[in-house]
């Protein structure tokens, strides 16, 4: 039902997840990002609870596995649960349950974790290790070239409806947050071609926020600067 990754960049210390799922709106559920904290990506038969409960227990100071093993325990159901894990300084767990549809695999790699379930088959999130490693670039950009890795090694089993990309760095909000809730095709091709448009405003986005008297304009009404 999905595969993702979840990183971290040493020389911005951004965070960021991509994902993909055959289920509408993967990204209104599984990734949760905190600045200056984790990321974590609660998937298979989802539990959104399991992200901020795990952030929590890294900001108390917690390592991911505890933090992660912690959290779990908290629920009966964690059999069911796939989930990942990255902090701060690019520790990572990662937990698949006996439950976990079809086949399945969890990695980490330097400064990065990737999982899935119902996939094509365990290649895939090797795969997306191994593309991530080897990118360069912006840590946004990076993500998605692990996730097209991953489709080209197979992907999921079936075809996938939604991705999304979000990426946390100074500021407490997101400075990336892009969803295709549903395409009939490809929606990580859809999500790479928004991210392409986003990629020359992020850095605009953040000025307008933080200091609107030297942010640029945008030609819209209203907006004669």
Partial sequence: MTFSIAAHCPETGQLGIAISSSSIAVGARCPWLRAGVGAVSSQNITLPALGPQTLDLIEQGMLPDQALEQALAGNVFSDYRQVTVIDHLGRCAHFSGSETLGINNARSGNQCVAAGNMLASPAVIDAMIQAFEQASGPLAER??????????????????????????????????DLRVDWAEHDPIHELDTLWQAY???????????????????????????
């Avoid at 008297?213 to 009404?221: H, M, N, R, S």
């Fill in 199 to 225: 990629r020359p405003q992020v850095q605009d986005y953040l000025d307008r926020a933080l200091n609107p008297t030297g942010a640029p304009g945008y030609g819209v009404p209203g907006d004669e600067r």
């Fill in 143 to 176: 993500l998605i070239h692990a996730m097209r890795a991953g489709l080209t090694a197979g992907g999921e089993a079936g075809p996938v409806h939604s991705a999304a990309l979000k990426v946390v760095g100074e500021p407490s909000w997101p400075i990336v």
